[in-house]
């Protein structure tokens, strides 16, 4: 069992910049992938951001990439998404995710998530 916990979120002006963190309890974090989905009102989840496990892999949405930056600290259970020249298009709940074998796209492979922060990005 792994419990998340994000933070980091608030409201900024477009062109800002946010860290996310996600923190996890439990002694199997450095085993799983991780990613970041985000929640828009009135739209689906979507995908954001995956790291596998040891940090090697990367995969990012064409609508993030060269703008977020994620990365993890297995000694401290933590995973950050470093979020640069927001827009408001990326305001939405952010969730960080774990409990996929591999770094995926697809949220049914997590097993486990956080309760969500929210990013609001002004214009």
């Known amino acids: 069992q792994v419990q998340l916990v994000e933070s980091g979120g608030g409201l900024v002006q477009s062109g800002d910049s946010l860290r996310l963190s996600c923190a996890a309890a439990g002694r199997t974090f450095s085993m799983y992938a991780m990613g970041w989905f985000r929640q828009a009102p009135g739209k689906e989840r979507e995908f954001v951001v995956t790291i596998s496990w040891s940090g090697g892999s990367t995969y990012y949405a064409d609508s993030v990439k060269g703008r977020f930056t994620i990365s993890r600290d297995n000694a401290q259970n933590t995973v950050y998404l470093q979020m640069n020249s927001l827009k408001p298009e990326d305001t939405a709940v952010y969730y960080c995710?774990?409990?996929?074998?591999?770094?995926?796209?697809?949220?049914?492979?997590?097993?486990?998530w956080g309760q969500g922060t929210q990013v609001t990005v002004s214009s």
């Open positions: 995710a774990t409990g996929a074998r591999t770094a995926t796209v697809s949220p049914q492979a997590y097993k486990y």
